[in-house]
């Protein structure tokens, strides 16, 4: 797979030798599918109205070029690469099509989503609370530095989105914590 960064892909899934993307799970490609069409504006992603006002409500106005392509695999529950430079809009793409599947009656955790540090978590938990709060997601950071008890009877009770580090997570899995059975 050729997945090399340049200006003409930017915002584009990653592509075979014949520059056609794909997600993972299909056979077909997704621009079969009609999964990789840029759509230009948040309202026409088929997203639900509770996350498209905590969209605007977080100060997004029109999507960026990742996000217009990645959102709608993501929403469709596809595996999705996509790639761009720092900045570009990446976290906010996997936010909101990982808000967009959540079962908002179901509480236990839905979603783990992993970052490398301490600091990437806290930003990417801001932006799950932030881009969710008409929702009424249940989210929490899951990292070292924070009491374990209390993480412990968070995660307890039911949290919807974890974002945390490796080590924590995989911590509050072995203690029976954070449950992901689901």
Do not use: W
């Not at 490609?29 to 088929?46: H, R």
């Not at 409500?57 to 029109?62: L, Q, S, W």
């Not at 799950?128 to 009424?136: A, E, R």
């Not at 070292?144 to 911590?171: D, F, K």
Request: hydrophobic content about 35%; aromatic content about 4%.
């Amino acid at each position: 797979m050729d997945n090399d960064y340049n200006d003409e892909n930017a915002g584009s899934l990653p592509h075979n030798r014949d520059g056609v993307g794909q997600a993972a799970g299909g056979t077909e490609p997704v621009e079969k599918q009609g999964l990789t069409e840029a759509i230009e504006d948040f309202s026409e992603m088929g997203l639900r109205d509770d996350l498209l006002r905590g969209i605007y409500a977080y100060g997004f106005e029109r999507p960026t070029p990742i996000q217009q392509r990645a959102i709608k695999p993501l929403c469709a529950v596809r595996d999705t690469l996509a790639q761009a430079q720092s900045g570009q809009g990446k976290t906010g793409a996997f936010t909101i099509g990982t808000l967009h599947t959540l079962d908002l009656n179901e509480r236990d955790c839905q979603v783990i989503i992993l970052s490398n540090t301490r600091e990437l978590a806290k930003q990417t938990a801001e932006v799950v609370s932030g881009l969710g709060q008409y929702m009424n997601v249940s989210s929490m950071a899951c990292i070292g530095g924070q009491a374990m008890r209390e993480s412990m009877e968070a995660l307890r009770r039911g949290v919807q989105v974890v974002v945390g580090t490796p080590g924590r997570v995989l911590h509050m899995i072995t203690n029976g914590a954070l449950r992901t059975g689901r």
